[in-house]
């Protein structure tokens, strides 16, 4: 499932070195930031899949957020197709949802329950495309539901949301972004809150979304297995920062960051060996710690207090992201030079 | 994973039905459950949302509430040093003689469990000295420092009250208020669906470190296949209110009998070993008001046959080590005959 490696050209959606921060209440009269998002940057092509990785708090759904232009960032830049996004007043303008749509994680809750299927479907085509014919709108509502194989297309479409199951919504919802054909998808954890069984049947759409349309796919998931079965890189991230990335291949089956190790250790495998998992369980009974607080983040790495490998430099300097090759790269000491240990050699 | 004792029945559930009563015809949302429960042994069950796992739950824990009502069927319980029980019948004197002392529950949402104006230790020491009158506060309150320390908590939180602690250490806490008294079986109702995937490694890991320790049998529920793969001893497959394949972890991993299992299997993507395309199951779970006829599987099954949509098959033998599978593709399988099998160990 992986699409041929493309040269690159310019990104249709990208982000550059974006940063967004809360300002939150602490207690009375006092305010504290939240460093949601630090220095993010990724690059998404056409059709291709980036699966976006992380606990919940990484920043995962911020950053899907100012790419789907809901916030503007605190600094850096959003690019579509190379041209500096404008935000005025926090918003971005309607034109930009034409070409990049968010796929919300609760099919319960994003659509409007008061209106059947066809109104839902219609108001993109209204809005975005201006179709005012009813012949017109008609077909398009049916083309659409076949796309997502909710057929008989006339039947679905004069359903209430309440009528639908879970991944019938979540395919209504998917349809509704498709009609203002969007030329990024951005999917906030599309199939967590589906049945297992049906589960397979999103990601094969959004797969074929990929193929057949060539959308530039986001992906974001906790979940590794299905990032690895979607998508064709990753990008994880942890309190807020991007800590490797590169083709999912590599980067699921030896991770350069001690963190991705964890992350990839920690997911269930069932095909993991008896040892391997005694092991494993063994060793997780100890305390692994938790993410740590985005109002204030440990200094250097931010995950040095867990971090196994943690030298004196992990604690006061941020490591650089580092390129490793094979497009693969990661913001970690133990893959970078140390300022420190090299001023210690020349001394 | 320590093997529990052979032939020690903790807990036996024969025909357990729970319907729920409605205006109209009673929906039936746990339909002739049966199976054993081994001392020490945990005992996975599988489902996705509308397979009756967490009626199931309720039924065996007595918490069910109208509309809810057990129509048939018995939970006979053997605590240490005590008689046999049927829950079922059980009078609130009984159950509460038994409630915390001999079973006790996690749930989902354990974390939002805990009072929030109250010290962890006050809540602790509360359970504690209930069962037990002649405990000091004192001594309740330094056992429920030990207990913090066995799920990794620092014994001096018991200072603490809940919201100064992380959704995952309170999760904790609830498991470890759960085996305050010793108990004989811990019901687990999703306990780590709501945490992210390291912190449930590390639930999974105590969980399993403090079984070994204290020999308690986990009865434990989730939509995670995959997690249950590498937890459980055996496994519970529901679907539609009813059981459809038992048998162990690992039986069901390498040969599954029942479609169903088949399917929800392969509806996980593999973490390490070659991606082929997944199809996951076609068609959705079914509507409990509706329930299809025959089998209920019948609907959504590839390898189906006639009689399917009109015979309901038995749980009945399917080779090896007491595997259980309830489809007639098995009907021919040695040792099969009409009757339902009860013990289904032939270890």
Known sequence: MTAPPTTRPTPVLAAVDVTKHFAVRAGVGSRAVVRAVEGATLDLHRGRVVALVGESGSGKTTLARLLAGFYAPTSGEIALEGAPVRQRRGRVERGYHKDVQLIFQDPFGSLNPLHRVRHNLERPLRLHHGVRDRAELDRRVGELLERVALTPADQFADKFPHELSGGQRQRVVIARALAVEPKVLLGDEPISMLDVSIRLEMLNLLDRLRTEDGLALLYITHDIASARYLCDDVVVMYAGEMIEGGPKEQVIADPLHPYTRLLVESSPDPARGARDREALFDAGADDLGEPPSLIDPPPGCRFHPRCPFAKDVCRTQAPPRTDVGEGRWTRCWLHATDPTATSQETE | ?347
């Not at chain 2, 990794?152 to 919201?163: A, C, E, L, Q």
Request: aromatic letters at 4%; charged letters at 20%.
């Open chain 2, 1 to 347: 994973m320590t093997p529990p004792a052979p032939h020690d029945d903790l807990l036996r559930v024969t025909g357990l039905t729970v319907d729920y009563v409605t205006d109209g015809d009673p929906v039936r949302a746990c339909a002739d459950v049966t199976f054993t429960l081994r001392r020490g042994e945990i005992l996975g069950v599988a489902g996705e949302s509308g397979s009756g796992k967490s009626t199931l739950v309720t039924a065996l824990s007595r918490l069910q509430r109208p509309p809810a009502v057990t129509t048939a069927g018995s939970i006979e319980f053997r605590p240490r040093g005590g008689d046999a029980v049927d829950l079922v019948t059980a009078s609130p004197r009984t159950l509460r003689s038994l409630r915390w002392t001999s079973v006790s529950i996690v749930l989902q949402s354990a974390m939002d469990a805990l009072n929030p104006v109250m010290r962890l230790g006050a809540q602790f020491a509360d359970a504690l000295r209930t069962h037990d009158r002649t405990l000091s506060r004192q001594a309740a309150w330094d056992r429920a420092a030990e207990l913090l320390t066995t799920v990794g908590i620092s014994g001096d939180r018991v200072r603490s009250y809940p919201h100064e602690l992380s959704g995952g250490m309170r999760q904790r806490a609830g498991i470890a208020l759960a085996l305050a008294c010793g108990p004989d079986l811990v019901v687990m109702d999703e306990p780590t669906t709501a945490v992210d995937v390291v912190m449930q490694r590390m639930i999974l890991a105590q969980v399993l470190c403090l079984r070994r320790e204290l020999g308690f049998a986990v009865v434990f529920v989730t939509h995670d296949l995959s997690l249950l793969l590498e937890l459980a001893d055996r496994i519970a497959v529901m679907y539609a209110g009813r059981v459809v394949e038992l048998g162990t972890a690992q039986e069901l991993y390498e040969a599954p009998r029942h479609p169903y299992t088949r399917g929800l299997r392969d509806s996980f993507p593999p973490l390490r070993a070659p991606l082929r395309r997944l199809t996951g199951i076609p068609g959705s779970p079914p509507d409990l008001r509706r329930p299809p006829s025959g089998c209920p599987f019948h609907p959504r099954c590839a390898e189906r046959f006639a009689g399917c949509d009109t015979h309901l098959p038995d749980l009945g033998p399917a080779g090896g080590d007491g595997h259980l599978v309830a489809c007639r593709l098995y009907d021919a399988a040695p040792g099969r005959d009409r009757t339902v099998t009860l013990e289904g160990s032939a270890r």
